[in-house]
């Protein structure tokens, strides 16, 4: 449910004590947390700060007005970067040019609401066949943390950089990329973890809205690709673009595919299986946090965070609210099952069977379009069982879904994007083409040319200069 670029080992780096004028780890929170513990927790910050553009909470590009008379699809707000700030604010490659914008996308009850987003273009229209329009790539991101400053388009390599972004830009696609509602904007509800269903209309609101500022260069076919949240994004698009009542998402243009990689469908299976795993080791998991957080201010009558976090990862919840991905995993990764909750009732609340529903949008669904899965066997974030037991309740449910899905043998939650790089750009070029697409599932387990092949994740940092 995350981006694996920005785990790392955290104990040795330096330190920084406050976030603006609030000291990251209080009183509260440094009761249960030891002198090595606000070392760890403010040396996480410090590198995690280091990588975002700025502060959201100044930025006037990140400035919310009132959308309530605005209409899902409307631009809000449009802002081409400079390219002398490519390299500074950000660590964009040569070749590209960045734009982000705010637009209108929509609540779970179809009211207006604020997102972010940013843009992706290559250096030349290598086009699709139809007067040199681009074509258009949606990439969905995978879990950056809860708040305001985790939005990729607040991050200085846009989050997962080389990953995906960058290589499908220089590939020649126009990539439009949402933060999500609520991250990067301020809505009252708050960043909507795990919530694909509005997810996906993110998703379509934002090519909607792109076209307006970028005109006729945007062809009218389009892919979603996303990892791990945005993996289910991905997915969770494809079946709401078949849904009816969905004309106003469809004015993004046709859907011509999805590809779904190691996709986080279900947190309230994924939750349990984590636990199982960890045993009495730890849990290395502040994403059910980040689920139960945002299940609590969705549901606040009837999901109480005190009923359910133990009394020292409940401590830490002001670290989490003000930081992302890498320094929540310093906050609460080192508790184990039975320290970081006193149960796991909310996960079969009422109100989460609800949110499911009509938040993530768990079904199974018919599909719009062809669908790519991607899915790592070594993967203990969103485990290959999971994955295909939505695969095959798809497949079982709708047989005619056209679904494929691509396993890779000794491949973690985010080495599998490296591994499967050629298979889905090669896929995404074939549904811009129109390579028909049998119906059916299908499933294929890749084998590797040697038994040499890297394991481990390897990170990048840019490094600018004239060489």
Same mark, same amino acid.
């Given at each position: ?145 809860? #708040? ?100 106003? @998402? ?61 009394? @020292? ?6 670290? @989490? ?22 149960? @796991? ?55 005619? #879904? ?66």
């Amino acid at each position: 449910m995350y981006s694996p670029g920005l785990l790392f080992a955290i104990a040795c780096l330096p330190l920084l004590g406050v976030v603006g004028q609030k000291t990251l780890c209080d009183t509260e929170c440094q009761k249960g947390c030891d002198a090595a513990c606000q070392a760890a927790i403010r040396g996480a910050y410090e590198a995690e700060s280091r990588s975002w553009v700025g502060d959201v909470l100044t930025d006037p590009f990140f400035v919310t007005t009132n959308t309530s008379s605005a209409t899902p699809g409307d631009l809000i707000r449009w802002q081409d970067i400079p390219s002398s700030q490519l390299a500074n604010n950000w660590t964009i490659p040569a070749s590209l040019s960045l734009s982000r914008f705010m637009y209108v996308t929509e609540d779970v009850d179809r009211k207006p609401i604020p997102a972010s987003a940013w843009v992706l273009l290559p250096f030349t229209a290598t086009g699709d066949g139809c007067g040199k329009k681009l074509r258009t790539v949606v990439w969905t991101h995978g879990t950056a943390g809860r #708040s305001r400053q985790c939005a990729p388009t607040n991050n200085r390599g846009l989050y997962y950089d080389w990953q995906a972004p960058f290589v499908l830009a220089e590939m020649g696609y126009a990539v439009i990329a949402p933060d999500y509602s609520g991250q990067g904007s301020d809505i009252p509800q708050g960043f909507m973890y795990e919530a694909g269903f509005l997810h996906a209309a993110d998703a379509a609101y934002s090519v909607v809205a792109a076209k307006k500022a970028l005109g006729t260069l945007l062809g009218e076919k389009w892919v979603v690709f996303g990892h791990s949240e945005g993996g289910m994004s991905a997915w969770r698009t494809n079946e709401r673009m078949a849904m009816a009542n969905q004309e106003a @998402l469809k004015q993004a243009g046709e859907l011509v595919g999805s590809v779904a990689a190691a996709p986080a469908l279900r947190p309230q299976k994924l939750i349990p299986d984590s636990m199982k795993r960890a045993g009495n080791g730890p849990a290395n998991d502040p994403f059910s946090v980040y689920f139960l957080q945002s299940l609590s201010k969705l549901y606040p009558d009837q999901i109480k965070i005190s009923d359910y976090l133990g009394d @020292l990862p409940l401590q830490r919840l002001g670290v @989490l609210d003000q930081s992302c991905i890498i320094t929540g995993s310093a906050a609460v990764g080192n508790f184990t099952p039975t320290q970081l909750y006193k149960n @796991l009732g909310w996960l079969t609340h009422p109100a989460t069977d609800d949110w499911a529903v009509r938040y993530n949008g768990q079904g199974p669904h018919p599909l719009a379009a062809p669908m790519l899965v991607i899915q790592g066997m070594a993967d203990t974030t969103t485990p290959a069982n999971l994955t295909m037991a939505d695969f095959d309740l798809t497949c079982s449910t709708y047989p005619e #879904s056209r679904v494929h899905a691509r396993l890779y043998p000794e491949m973690a939650h985010g080495q599998v994007l490296e591994a499967a790089k050629g298979d889905i750009l090669a896929w995404i070029a074939e549904r811009f083409e129109g390579t028909p697409v049998s119906q059916g599932c299908s499933k294929e387990n890749v084998q590797p040319l040697t038994d040499r092949y890297g394991r481990d994740g390897v990170f990048w940092t840019a490094s600018v200069g004239q060489f």
